[in-house]
């Protein structure tokens, strides 16, 4: 295990406080507090950022997910336990994530617009764009999970 390096909410409040902005503007867009941990969970397994994994699984939990469920975000592919909405954000924000590789193809585009709005679109889309903020700074400055 590597030892953290720098306490980034230390060294710079500045940039916390906007990118807490950020997390109040998606905490009060409207968008459901249960599909928005997934996608923060999703997100983050990408990452590979351990502290938000570790977060996002037990902000989860508290808000009455199932331990099955969370076990099954990083094949969620192949796992029978997610809506149909909830598979278009999941693809969605794996899209957005990788955009260097993916693009973000038109058929996850497609696929999005028959399940959300264009305000939750943009509102989903900002919400991936922050826990990707968020997953860049703890993996560079190796944040570790709480004991």
Same mark, same amino acid.
């Given at each position: 295990?590597?030892?953290?390096?720098?306490?980034?909410?230390?060294?710079?409040?500045?940039?916390?406080?906007?990118?807490?902005?950020?997390?109040?503007?998606?905490?009060?867009?409207?968008? !459901?507090? +249960?599909?928005? !941990?997934?996608?923060?969970?999703?997100?983050?397994?990408? @990452?590979?950022?351990?502290?938000?994994? !570790?977060?996002?699984? +037990?902000?989860?939990?508290?808000?009455?997910?199932?331990?099955?469920?969370? @076990?099954?975000?990083a094949v969620? %592919?192949?796992?029978?336990?997610?809506?149909?909405? /909830?598979?278009?954000?999941?693809?969605? +924000? /794996?899209?957005?994530?990788?955009?260097?590789?993916? %693009?973000?193809?038109? /058929?996850?585009?497609? /696929?999005m617009l028959?399940?959300?709005?264009?305000?939750?679109?943009?509102?989903?889309?900002?919400?991936?764009?922050?826990? @990707?903020?968020? @997953?860049?700074?703890?993996?560079?400055?190796?944040?570790?999970?709480f004991k």
């Amino acid at each position: 295990m590597t030892d953290s390096r720098i306490d980034f909410y230390k060294v710079s409040p500045e940039a916390i406080k906007a990118m807490m902005g950020l997390e109040g503007f998606i905490n009060k867009c409207g968008l !459901d507090k +249960a599909l928005l !941990d997934l996608i923060k969970l999703r997100v983050s397994q990408i @990452n590979g950022c351990v502290f938000c994994v !570790d977060m996002h699984c +037990a902000d989860a939990l508290k808000g009455g997910e199932s331990q099955r469920r969370l @076990n099954a975000v990083a094949v969620w %592919h192949e796992a029978p336990f997610f809506t149909e909405r /909830e598979r278009a954000a999941l693809a969605w +924000a /794996e899209a957005v994530t990788l955009i260097s590789e993916t %693009h973000v193809p038109d /058929e996850v585009y497609q /696929e999005m617009l028959k399940h959300f709005g264009e305000k939750e679109l943009v509102d989903l889309t900002v919400a991936i764009v922050t826990i @990707n903020g968020w @997953n860049r700074m703890a993996v560079s400055f190796r944040k570790l999970p709480f004991k």
